[in-house]
Nanobody, 125 residues
Framework: VQLVESGGGLVQAGGSLRLSCVAS????????MGWFRQAPGKEREFVAA????????FYADSVKGRFTISRDSAKNTVYLQMNSLKSEDTAVYYC???????????????????WGQGTLVTVSS
């Protein structure tokens, strides 16, 4: 499975961006897909995850109510709509997918098997 993110860029605080992640290869088992981010000098952190079969989504507390994860299975694409952006949202955002059908904890980056190259989001204050 190959993952390619796009949509990052420079935006002012309070603005919006939509990230896209296109999956190719053996994507039929990608029931769980997620977004993580890594700010300079910090650990990679969970942002959001989508469980296609259950129609459920999970969010980090820091983005709940501002970010929305969604999927278009026909296009093998997962999106991250980011609204009300803050300077602390500045990071490289990574798309990730899991081999397993489900996880006990969707926030653990170590459980994800496939990763994109990342796309940089910079929020200016």
């Amino acid at each position: 499975v190959q993952l390619v993110e796009s949509g990052g860029g420079l935006v002012q605080a309070g603005g919006s961006l939509r990230l896209s992640c296109v999956a190719s290869g053996r994507t039929s088992s990608n029931n769980v897909m997620g977004w993580f981010r890594q700010a300079p000098g910090k650990e990679r952190e969970f942002v959001a995850a989508s469980v296609w079969s259950a129609g459920t989504t999970f969010y980090a507390d820091s983005v709940k109510g501002r970010f929305t994860i969604s999927r278009d299975s026909a296009k093998n694409t997962v999106y991250l709509q980011m609204n009300s952006l803050k300077s602390e949202d500045t990071a490289v955002y990574y798309c990730a997918a899991v081999k397993e059908w489900t996880l006990s904890d969707y926030s653990l980056s170590s459980k994800y098997d496939y990763w994109g190259q990342g796309t940089l989001v910079t929020v200016s204050s």
